[in-house]
């Protein structure tokens, strides 16, 4: 009987044990996708337009439980198919995921190529705004100087909510989703956010493609790089450069090229990178920093010229 009376405790006990460490207590579950398997052709497709080739098509082939992650030339998307407008010639890179009971998994990237300039894609007035047109450049300062001044906004930076973009800034659209919110700081109060100084200048243009030049005065180094526009979404994808920002700011977005455009006029823009929450111990939300054109600071101090161009 004693016997008995033991077994059944560590009979027990293994059970408490064993069912200490089933899979009931994961959390994500396994991985049930990985890398190799999100292959062109059977994941994912690029397709080009049969009247248009400068219109790529991006579409998932995989189940609808799994949501798709796309890294392409205009910014990230998460629909099931995407349309791409490309106007301009160049060899583009599109990154495919999935996000899974596991986690996120990536496939390797795969390039499509553009023959041809389809000069209709850069007719829409963002591009010009931000550029001036075609074959014209347009360039951009922070909107604070080293007198500590800013032209037009009330500080070189505000805040948004992660669901906040064009259309729910200017009223035209609901936000994204339910964190919408905003907060506009003057410089002089909180100049805590980035010290006064020259922060050198950011010149777009379309001069035989879509060109970014950035001379980062304040961070010590120039970027030169591309750009591409989504006109729905008022979004831009930057390659190999970022906006303008102060060096509180650098090192707590994970992905400086990924930008939306919360506000452009001929004298004015926006434009907002998404601040990581881990990076920043602050919580995720889009910092917006405010620049204003060349033409418009010139009209306010007299200046013909100004030394802070990019080369």
């Given at each position: 009987m004693k016997k008995i009376f033991t077994y059944a405790i560590c009979f027990f006990a293994a059970m408490v044990f064993f069912g200490a460490c089933s899979p009931e207590n994961y959390t994500l579950g396994d991985i049930d996708v990985t890398s190799a398997q999100l292959e062109k052709g059977k994941a994912f497709t690029v397709e080009h337009d049969a009247s248009n080739p400068n219109i790529v098509y991006l579409t998932s082939l995989m189940d609808s439980k799994y949501t798709p992650l796309w890294d392409h030339p205009q910014g990230?998307?998460?629909e099931k198919k995407v349309?791409?407008?490309?106007?301009?010639p160049g060899e583009y890179t599109v990154k495919f995921g999935v996000e899974t009971r596991g986690g996120i998994v990536y496939g390797e990237p795969v390039t499509f190529k553009i023959?041809?300039?389809?000069?209709?894609?850069?007719?829409?007035?963002?591009?010009?705004?931000?550029?001036?047109?075609?074959?014209?450049?347009?360039?951009?300062?922070?909107?604070?100087d080293a007198e500590g001044i800013s032209r037009y906004f009330k500080g070189p930076m505000y805040f948004y909510g992660t669901g906040d973009w064009w259309g729910s800034i200017n009223k035209t659209a609901a936000p994204l989703n339910s964190?919408?919110?905003s907060w506009e700081p003057d410089w002089k109060s909180n100049s805590w956010l980035m010290p006064a100084g020259d922060y050198g200048s950011m010149t777009f243009d379309l001069k035989g493609g879509a060109n970014i030049n950035v001379n980062h005065a304040m961070l010590g180094k120039v970027q030169k790089g591309t750009f591409n526009?989504?006109?729905?979404?008022?979004?831009?994808r930057m390659t190999g450069a970022s906006p303008l920002h102060g060096k509180p700011q650098d090192g707590i977005v994970v992905d400086w090229g990924d930008v939306r455009i919360?506000?452009?006029?001929?004298?004015?823009?926006?434009?907002?990178v998404l601040r990581?929450?881990?990076?920043?111990?602050?919580?995720?939300?889009?910092?917006?920093?405010?620049?204003?054109?060349?033409?418009?600071?010139?009209?306010?101090?007299?200046?013909?010229?100004?030394?802070?161009?990019?080369?």
């Open positions: 990230r998307s998460q349309t791409l407008k490309m106007p301009f023959d041809q300039m389809y000069a209709e894609f850069i007719s829409d007035e963002t591009w010009t705004l931000l550029t001036g047109g075609a074959g014209e450049e347009k360039t951009w300062y922070l909107d604070l964190d919408s919110w526009i989504d006109t729905e979404k008022k979004t831009i919360m506000s452009l006029t001929e004298n004015t823009m926006q434009l907002a990581d929450a881990v990076l920043s111990n602050d919580g995720a939300a889009m910092l917006t920093f405010n620049f204003i054109s060349k033409a418009y600071k010139q009209s306010l101090t007299g200046d013909a010229k100004d030394n802070n161009e990019t080369p």
